[in-house]
């Protein structure tokens, strides 16, 4: 529930936007599938989607595992009945979480298509913390690997790792395809100057500033770190001195100590902001910049495909998570993933010259445009998985 509304009425929930996608632009007969999260389950219609919202049994009684123990054995029978009845592919997002486990068991003989969101596979270094959640979580998904390699069909992959991982570690059967989640283009689109000019104002934003913007915000705050948020402070002092009041910094997603102490510096924070709000900061902004570090494992990232919608050019190692040949190559400025000094110097001199050639950029906004379109819209998506499901 989102404000007393369900999820899916916001537009939210990858599999709901992806099944919105699959009807509207492909043509296909869909059905959103999730647990509810209540011991009662929900049949409504959301955008033309039937949406099933399956019982939920809570594990823990504490509640205090997330997700990780909530269970849904219904959804498992209802999603089985559909394939066998109507011939239905399954298409099964995060296929590391434990109620795709109960699904995928009851499916090794059809064909299905899996998703990745993000999680990384299981490691020994997570095994041997003394959290007994992260370690419980571990062996959970250690367990689930071995049922990977049964999977008849294709694993939708948001990063290059994950492709090697289950091609080369696990040598699963399956297709392994890059192919990440997508965005709206048709919504996201660049605005006029004279909408600019007056967001900057509202905000006292000097008009011929360049507004660098970034989301380092994740589930809690220390994870942060994977996006890169203890080197923001160098950045800045970096960049002001090179440059001075002409940068302007916002930071979004950030909270507690680091907000406070962030803000004090000079830079502009904000914590978890509405989507929406988040968008006219980006959409208003010139460069997205993301110094990701070796440990984080979300491929491209939502908000980089935000952003190069809206025209912006993106500075981040996180591109190096894509094959080659589909990276963007006007907007998309590569660098290393940032896990010393020397590769935070070369994220930040890729940075400069990005600013340096600011104009340039802005000049550039409909290729931008143009070439994310080609990896990161719906229409993509949608491609990509129409050739998959004629291949099962």
């Known amino acids: 529930m989102i404000d007393g509304k369900l999820a899916e009425e916001d537009g939210q929930g990858w599999h709901f936007r992806s099944a919105l996608a699959l009807r509207r632009l492909g043509g296909f007969a869909v059905e959103a599938v999730r647990p509810s999260g209540?011991?009662?389950?929900?049949?409504?219609v959301v955008d033309e989607i039937p949406l099933v919202l399956t019982p939920t049994l809570r594990l823990s009684p504490s509640h205090m595992l997330w997700k990780w123990d909530?269970?849904?054995p219904e959804l498992a029978r209802y999603v089985e009945h559909r394939v066998s009845r109507d011939g239905y592919i399954p298409y099964i997002h995060e296929y590391?979480?434990?109620?795709s486990e109960l699904v995928v068991r009851r499916l090794t003989d059809h064909p299905v298509i899996l998703q990745h969101h993000g999680s990384s596979p299981p490691s020994l270094s997570r095994l041997m913390n003394p959290s007994p959640f992260s370690v419980a979580k571990e062996l959970s998904k250690i367990k689930r690997e071995g049922l990977l390699r049964k999977i008849h069909g294709?694993?939708?992959?948001?990063?290059i790792r994950e492709k090697k991982y289950l091609e080369e570690v696990l040598g699963v059967e399956a297709r392994v395809l890059f192919r990440t989640m997508a965005v709206d283009f048709e919504k996201l689109r660049p605005p006029a100057w004279e909408e600019v000019q007056r967001f900057r104002e509202a905000l006292g934003i000097p008009l011929d500033?360049?507004?660098?913007?970034?989301y380092v915000g994740i589930f809690r705050e220390e994870a942060s770190f994977l996006k890169g948020l203890h080197y923001i402070p160098v950045i800045w002092k970096m960049l002001r001195k090179e440059y001075g009041g002409r940068i302007v910094i916002v930071l979004t997603g950030v909270s507690g100590r680091w907000r406070d102490m962030l803000r004090e510096m000079g830079i502009r924070v904000y914590g978890f902001l509405p989507h929406q709000e988040f968008l006219r900061f980006l959409s208003t902004s010139d460069i997205y910049f993301f110094p990701a570090t070796g440990g984080y494992y979300g491929?491209?990232?939502?908000?980089?495909?935000?952003?190069?919608?809206?025209g912006k050019p993106?500075?981040?190692?996180?591109?190096?998570?894509?094959?080659r040949e589909a990276i963007p190559r006007t907007g998309a400025v590569v660098t290393p993933f940032v896990g010393n000094a020397k590769d935070l110097n070369v994220f930040i001199k890729r940075l400069k010259y990005v600013v340096d050639n600011v104009e340039v950029f802005?000049?550039?906004?409909?290729?931008?445009?143009?070439?994310?379109?080609?990896v990161f819209s719906w229409e993509s998506f949608v491609r990509d998985f129409t050739d998959a499901a004629r291949g099962l």
């Open 209 to 214: 500033a360049v507004v660098l913007v970034s």
């Open 362 to 374: 802005r000049a550039r906004t409909s290729m931008i445009r143009e070439e994310a379109h080609r």
């Open 70 to 72: 909530e269970v849904s």
């Open 299 to 310: 491929g491209p990232g939502v908000a980089v495909m935000e952003a190069m919608a809206l």
């Open 314 to 323: 993106v500075v981040s190692p996180t591109f190096l998570e894509m094959p």
């Open 154 to 159: 294709v694993f939708f992959v948001v990063n």
């Open 38 to 44: 209540e011991s009662q389950g929900l049949v409504k």
């Open 96 to 99: 590391r979480a434990l109620n």
